[in-house]
């Protein structure tokens, strides 16, 4: 089956820092690739959605300067947190569509992201 | 615009028990797709089933079986026979494939299932 990895599988930043997460999808071409967040006993928010080579598309109340979202390649979308602060800390979550497949989405196994 | 419902937020059952979680959906696109999600302690999210807008067929695989209803937006899970691994919680999702081409999955709630020895 597809596989969609995240680089890291967690990290701790102190405020003010960036960080950067990496979603890659091993197998398949990704047109699309999409970030969600989840704060503990919540669910799934989606963040952005991202296109290979173009801007990413974000939802309302995401600030685009904060979260930062580049889709390079078909393979490879990275989220940086621009100045982290602990409300930030979070589980984040990527997942890819197959550029191939009927709109099947694959889910990465999450970034929990702590900013002391 | 899209909408996903899981009024049960927490429950509680004994093993061996069955149990049904309940979704219910919102969309006004005729094409759309729903989810059925798994998420362990770990995080991780395991995928369970997808079923189209066109395919009413319930579905039964092992002990999880799926019943769908257009009639009343509904995709309800059914777990026969509980056991404790299958404590984590449960999400359902629902993707549409727009007018605009564009795609977008949002997710309920999520249903937390504690399943005791």
């Known amino acids: 089956g597809a596989v969609v990895s995240q680089h890291p599988s967690r990290v701790i930043c102190k405020s003010g820092t960036s960080v950067k997460i990496e979603c890659r999808s091993l197998d398949f071409q990704a047109t699309t690739m999409f970030w969600y967040r989840q704060f503990p006993k919540q669910s799934l928010m989606l963040m952005a959605t991202s296109n290979e080579g173009s801007k990413a598309t974000y939802e309302q109340g995401v600030e685009k300067d904060k979260f930062l979202i580049n889709h390079a390649s078909l393979t490879l979308s990275t989220l940086t947190v621009t100045s982290a602060h602990p409300e930030d800390s979070s589980f984040y979550i990527c997942?890819?569509?197959?550029?191939?497949?009927?709109?099947?989405?694959?889910f990465g196994p999450g970034t929990r992201l702590t900013v002391t | 615009a899209q909408k996903v419902t899981q009024a049960q937020t927490e429950i509680s059952v004994v093993e061996k028990e069955d149990v049904t979680l309940d979704c219910v959906y919102e969309?006004?696109?005729?094409?759309?797709?729903l989810f059925w999600y798994k998420q362990p302690p770990s995080g991780e999210l395991v995928f369970l089933i997808r079923?189209?807008?066109?395919?009413?067929q319930n579905e039964i695989s092992g002990r999880y079986s799926w019943n769908f209803q257009k009639s009343t937006s509904s995709f309800n899970f059914t777990i026969t026979a509980s056991q404790v691994v299958d404590s984590a919680v449960y999400f359902c999702a629902l993707s549409e494939v727009g007018h605009t081409g564009g795609f977008k999955t949002i997710f309920g709630a999520g249903t937390r299932l504690f399943v005791k020895a």
């Open positions: 997942s890819a569509r197959d550029r191939a497949g009927d709109y099947e989405q694959y």
């Open positions: 079923r189209n807008s066109f395919d009413e």
């Open positions: 969309t006004r696109d005729t094409t759309y797709y």
